[in-house]
């Protein structure tokens, strides 16, 4: 039992750890932009520990103006889907695409062209060969980095699954990307995702009701918007779609909550209800509703969703610790089933027959862990057992 206390707090050291850590430095050099494009890059927190787990694979968010709301969304990233169990948003990359000097509107806006080839045939390739990714991706853009994410989902859909476009600058070159849209909304986007965010840039004295008639900065910059959400309420393309108006933020407030809401919206299903594996319900209740929750949650990301091996694994030691044995053997059964790969998942089954006193399936169990990969605590545990 000693162990399973020490394992325990080993897990929950994983991210109170990482909290010092606000990712690591990164570059690529693009040939596309001629120059070398420097990223910050944050993994989870499981990820660079393969002592006891496999190497999982993460969804990816692709974040524009990357140093600006990088720390931010680790933050978030770390207490929604790591911190304390929560599982609201899944654990992912995120890779911070930072400016080089006066390169900003070049890039997304005058050229976007070439910041898009630079994004599928040189930073994907870059991201997916270095770091354990997920087939998904998400795309956030705060203002000119929301028009760039806009005009790509219109032009580019099936770069990314996801976009979140916080206050985007729709009026650039005289809202020329409204004058396109219509056509282009005809596009099929079905298992798109794109979150409209809309912050208060007008005069305090006016309203999203009289904007058109605002001719100031603030109020072309909100028509614009809203022209966008009345042409996609219009369009019947399959795009799963929302956009939200933040009347007390402005301009440089509103990306926060907006990719906070943007990321609720494109995983409403995530969260896992994780009391239910601490009740008296039958352990057959539970185990229909994990695998009925992670097929929902592997049709709306268009690939198998497995539950975190590190997770079902924390579950089943502490049932086995409250003497739920039946669930506590569900949690170490699911892991097999779901990670058949991984020393670990039957090192803990063996664990827990050697708490219900049944040491030949421990011995077994203990035994195919090794198999798998050696490791002194497994070996240390057999040889007790066989003596």
């Known amino acids: 039992m000693k162990r399973l206390i020490l394992f325990l707090c080993l897990i929950q050291s994983f991210a109170h750890a990482q909290l010092v850590s606000f990712g690591q430095q990164d570059s690529i050099y693009s040939t596309i932009l001629k120059e070398n494009r420097p990223l910050w890059i ?4 499981p990820i660079d520990d393969t002592a006891y787990f496999q190497r999982a694979a993460y969804p990816v968010i692709y974040l524009l103006d990357g140093n600006s709301q990088f ?8 207490s929604l889907a790591v911190n304390e169990g929560n ?7 995120i890779v911070g695409i930072l400016n080089t000097p006066g390169n900003r509107t070049k890039n997304m806006a005058e050229q976007p062209a070439d910041l898009t080839s630079f994004f599928e045939k040189e930073l994907f390739p870059y991201i997916e060969k270095k770091y354990p990714t997920a087939p998904y991706r998400v795309l956030i853009g705060h203002s000119l980095g929301g028009w760039y994410a806009t005009n790509t989902l219109f032009h580019h859909k099936d770069l990314f699954n996801a976009y979140i476009a916080s206050d985007p600058s729709i009026f650039y070159n005289n809202s020329a990307i409204l004058k396109e849209a219509a056509p282009l909304l005809q596009q099929d986007f079905s298992h798109k995702n794109y979150f409209l965010a809309i912050a208060h840039t007008l005069n305090p004295a006016l309203d999203t009701a009289v904007v058109h008639g605002d001719t100031t900065m603030g109020g072309r910059h909100t028509s614009a918007i809203l022209d966008l959400t009345t042409l996609l309420k219009k369009n019947k393309n399959h795009l799963r779609w929302d956009y939200k108006y933040y009347p007390d933020d402005d301009h440089h407030s509103v990306p926060f909550i907006a990719i906070y809401d943007g990321l609720r919206f494109i995983f409403p299903h995530y969260r896992f209800p994780t009391y239910l594996y601490f009740d008296d319900s039958p352990a057959d209740s ?6 009925d929750h992670y097929k929902v949650l592997s049709q709306d990301m268009g690939y198998e969703v497995r539950p975190p091996e590190w997770f079902l694994n924390q579950m089943g030691y502490w049932n086995l610790m409250d003497k739920r044995y039946a669930k506590s053997e569900l949690c170490f059964q699911m892991n097999i089933d779901y990670h058949p790969g991984s020393y670990n998942v039957y090192d ?4 827990f027959y050697k708490e219900t006193n049944n040491l030949p399936k421990a011995i077994l169990a203990w035994k195919k862990a090794l198999s798998l990969r050696e490791n002194a605590g497994t070996r240390g545990k057999l040889e007790k057992a066989l003596h």
């Not at 944050?42 to 927190?45: A, G, K, N, W």
């Not at 599982?87 to 990359?93: A, G, K, L, T």
């Open 42 to 45: 944050y993994t989870p927190t």
């Open 71 to 78: 720390a931010s969304l680790q933050t978030m990233i770390q």
């Open 87 to 93: 599982s609201v948003f899944p654990q992912m990359i």
């Open 286 to 291: 539970l185990k229909n509703l994990v695998i």
């Open 348 to 351: 803990s089954m063996g664990d």
